[in-house]
């Protein structure tokens, strides 16, 4: 085979594996697996960006369930969250979050590894 046959080929098949990455991190489900890693980790309440993003998915029932994040999750279903989401314009804020999360789990200092 070709030696650029062979590259275009990878380079290609990279290309997909990215474009299907990206999708995936825009499914509905992905979005409502990334809410719910945040909500089942008392690392949002230390951080108010976070507690601000369950906030504006629903502010009047995050005052009736006393800010509780897996409560409110709860009452959405996946599609229902990404098109909130998608109204709010906070796949990056969610995104964002989550990825500052698994930072944080990831790190060596953390409280839990002393």
């Not at 489900?29 to 230390?46: D, F, G, P």
């Not at 994040?69 to 279903?77: G, Q, V």
Request: proline share 4%; charged share 20%; glycine share 0%.
């Amino acid at each position: 085979m070709d030696d650029s046959v062979g590259q275009t080929v990878e380079t290609n098949t990279q290309n997909i594996t990215q474009q299907t990455l990206v999708l995936d991190e825009l499914s509905p489900q992905s979005l409502y697996a990334k809410c719910t890693t945040l909500a089942q980790n008392l690392w949002w309440s230390w951080h108010p960006e976070v507690t601000n993003l369950f906030r504006d998915l629903d502010p009047i029932r995050w005052r009736q369930l006393d800010h509780n994040p897996i409560a409110l999750l709860a009452e959405f279903t996946p599609e229902r969250l990404e098109s909130r989401a998608a109204e709010l314009v906070l796949y990056s804020r969610i995104n964002q979050a989550h990825r500052r999360l698994k930072e944080y789990l990831s790190a060596d200092s953390t409280w839990s590894n002393v």
